[in-house]
């Protein structure tokens, strides 16, 4: 089976803007011309993380900084020739992969938005202060306060986080 060699920009997740890059290719026989390389980056500071909500699939737009990363990022993508882009189609999503194509010179670049890649939902807690819930998150699970709870879960604190989320403990 063989690749064509494209290269795409996802502009997906939460939280702040990270770039990387991954190559895939056919199997050890392939050549550098059957690889196609993906860059995912995740958009920029958003109002919602400004005023420390929870905000997965609530559609909270990026802030002023939020935009200046994602030109950032663009910049710092120059001379890299993207065949096509995709996104969810959250604001903040789309806006990233906007601002990234411009500042990189990969402006008339087809950008496909899809809900496929939308972030995912945390139901009743959207809009959420961050801080109150992981108070009571927190107490859920037998800690004083979040601080307590996220050191003694250490690594495993976003998953214990997110367990109950989406358990929707009652809070």
């Not at 050890?28 to 920029?44: C, E, F, M």
């Amino acid at each position: 089976m063989k690749i064509k060699k494209a290269t795409a920009m996802c502009a997906v997740l939460s939280g702040i803007m990270f770039g990387g890059a991954v190559t895939v290719s056919t199997p050890a026989s392939a050549s550098s011309k059957d690889q196609v390389t993906i860059y995912l980056t995740r958009h920029g500071e958003t109002t919602g993380n400004v005023m420390q909500r929870v905000q997965g699939s609530s559609d909270f737009p990026l802030t002023k900084n939020g935009i200046e990363v994602a030109n950032d990022l663009g910049y710092g993508l120059k001379g890299i020739k993207f065949k096509h882009a995709y996104t969810g189609n959250l604001t903040r999503q789309e806006v990233t992969a906007q601002h990234v194509l411009k500042y990189s010179n990969n402006k008339g670049t087809k950008i496909t938005t899809t809900p496929k890649l939308r972030e995912g939902g945390y139901g009743s807690f959207e809009g959420d202060s961050i801080a109150a819930d992981n108070q009571k998150i927190a107490n859920v699970y037998g800690y004083q306060d979040g601080k307590e709870f996220q050191q003694a879960t250490g690594k495993d604190y976003w998953n214990k986080l997110q367990d109950a989320y989406l358990r929707g403990c009652q809070l």
